[in-house]
């Protein structure tokens, strides 16, 4: 079977290097799915789940900005913030919700609004990640 290189990379260290079969990312504009072969490209990425299908098994990372470059067979993920769906603390991500939920609802200005609803989907987003791995089985 066809494959393309999946590399994730954050400010401060190499997250994932691997040959994988398909790789789906949120970009800020929604999700995109990429294939072996598909035509070059480059993304701002969102706050999400990227997945990614080796071996016909999926496996999650959590990612929060930056980029995505497709080009030759090779998805270069250039992400603020990436962690595997293995290495996801859910007691650290329930509380950074709940403090996110608490300050959303007290905030009075809108730059303040605008940081918790990013902190509380990046919570959330984690909080799914850690989910999704474990009900695939494969984290």
Excluded: W
């Excluded at 590399?7 to 790789?23: A, H």
Aim: overall charge neutral.
């Amino acid at each position: 079977m066809a494959t393309l290189k999946l590399e994730i990379v954050t400010p401060d260290r190499k997250v994932l290097s691997e040959d994988v079969e398909y790789v789906g990312a949120p970009g800020i504009m929604g999700e995109f799915g990429v294939l072996p072969n598909h035509v070059p490209f480059l993304s701002a990425l969102g706050i999400g789940n990227l997945h990614y299908k080796q071996d016909g098994k999926a496996f999650y990372v959590f990612v929060s900005g930056g980029f995505a470059e497709v080009s030759n067979n090779q998805v270069t993920i250039l992400a603020e913030v990436a962690e595997k769906a293995t290495e996801i603390d859910v007691d650290r991500a329930m509380k950074a919700k709940d403090r996110a939920e608490q300050r959303t609802t007290a905030s009075k200005e809108k730059i303040e609004a605008a940081r918790n609803q990013a902190a509380l989907k990046r919570a959330i987003s984690r909080i799914s990640c850690k989910s999704s791995g474990q009900n695939a089985g494969t984290c």
